[in-house]
């Protein structure tokens, strides 16, 4: 596949450890090489994609998602991955999100991100969240884009174990937010 | 790559010294106990039990990265399936989550300004996996029954219902959180501590409960029906 021959002509830092065809080998493969981030073609999983994505979640919730996208893929099977490459990307755009997805996992287990307390933006964030703004008019309200926001979530989620917005409510009630 | 494996020759204490969660498997299958040293097939046969299916089952529970062949993916007695998942389903709404209720109850009663917001947020939450269960055994289990039975059912399919398979791991995460790191400190502790047992307990089980749907139910019906 091109993937592999972009990535041997260049350094080192990035390795494909294993290309395989289907759910099957993949599973194994995750199992046996232990991979920092999977990228996964969703037309090529067919339908359960999903499906085969919360079942690596579950067994390996430490391996990073991206999706490989070559043609249309719906909304929502776009959102379960972490990130998502497209056939148009730069090559150095791709290595630069591979290393992030990379160092991203390392900042989690290394430096526990999990417990910092949250930043004063964050904190901001929290407050609307339980507000019951959506993450666009929050990236309105603070001027920051929609996807700013929801690293700020991502990390929130990391920091404090709570992921669901009436989970965050109570958080933010709690800690005297709101 | 399975290092490890329980097999149906095995002793079942043998199993529950390994791991002792699988005493709840028990009640699932509709087994007793009082079966002294005897062999899981022994026991599973007695009963009128899928010896094979109940290994598979306490294989899954204790080896993380255990998957399932696609013979033993085909060996599967559909039927003994639905009953197990049905029964797991009652048991978590009808005796875990209920039991865990009491506990947050008690703790809701000494919060004088969250008392109510911790238990809407409970509440909310049990209806959540109330209505995942609802939908399976409305839409899902029905539909695999039919294709067990020969029939040809119409407008559904496996692909439905891993669409609509929603996570209902999120919340309850949230609630342990809560109950141990955010409730102020001087709140029932001991309560605290003992429904956060609970609360992992149930949470491990859930989680190795949608392992088994997406690793046994899903392949198994795409089977039957690509078989069809």
């Not at chain 1, 830092?13 to 194994?28: A, C, G, T």
Request: proline share 3%.
């Amino acid at each position: 596949m091109g993937f592999e021959r972009l990535f041997s002509q260049q350094n080192n830092v990035i390795e494909i450890v294993k290309s395989v065809y289907d759910d099957e080998q993949l599973l194994n493969a995750i199992n046996s090489y232990n991979p920092d981030v999977v990228l996964i073609n969703p037309a090529l999983t067919g339908s359960n994609t999903i499906n085969l994505i919360n079942h690596i979640r579950r067994q390996w919730p430490a391996v990073y998602l991206v999706a490989l996208v070559y043609s249309y893929v719906e909304r929502n099977t776009l959102a379960a991955f972490d990130d998502i490459i497209e056939i148009n990307d730069t090559l150095t755009n791709i290595t630069k999100l591979l290393l992030n997805a990379n160092s991203l996992q390392e900042d989690n287990s290394a430096s526990g991100a999990e417990t910092e307390e949250l930043s004063a933006r964050e904190s901001d964030i929290v407050a609307l969240v339980a507000k019951g703004h959506t993450n666009k008019e929050i990236a309105d309200m603070l001027n920051i884009s929609v996807h700013t926001v929801i690293t700020h979530r991502k990390n929130i989620s990391k920091k404090t174990g709570i992921k669901s917005i009436s989970g965050l409510t109570m958080y933010a009630i709690l800690n005297k937010l709101i | 790559m399975k290092i490890t494996e329980f097999t149906t020759g095995m002793k079942l204490s043998d199993l529950l010294i390994s791991n002792p969660q699988l005493i709840l498997m028990l009640p699932r299958f509709g087994l007793g106990l009082g079966f002294g040293d005897k062999k899981v097939s022994d026991i599973c046969n007695a009963h009128d039990v899928s010896a094979s299916l109940f290994t598979l089952i306490c294989n899954i529970y204790t080896f993380d990265n255990y998957i399932p062949s696609p013979e033993q993916i085909e060996q599967i007695d559909g039927d003994s399936l639905l009953k197990y998942l049905s029964a797991s389903h009652k048991y978590f709404l009808e005796k875990r989550l209920n039991h865990i209720g009491k506990h947050i109850e008690r703790i809701a009663a000494q919060c004088d300004n969250y008392g109510k917001m911790l238990m809407d947020f409970f509440t909310g939450y049990k209806n959540e996996v109330a209505s995942h269960f609802q939908k399976e055994e409305i839409n899902t289990f029905p539909y695999i029954s039919a294709l067990l039975r020969n029939e040809q059912p119409k407008d559904y399919s496996i692909d439905d219902y891993v669409k609509e398979h929603d996570n209902i791991e999120d919340k309850l995460n949230d609630l342990i959180n809560i109950i141990v790191k955010y409730l102020p400190e001087d709140i029932l502790p001991e309560e605290r501590i003992s429904v956060w047992f609970d609360l992992v307990q149930v949470s491990t089980d859930l989680n190795k409960h949608a392992m088994i749907e997406d690793t046994i139910l899903v392949p198994f019906v795409r089977h039957i029906e690509r078989s069809k």
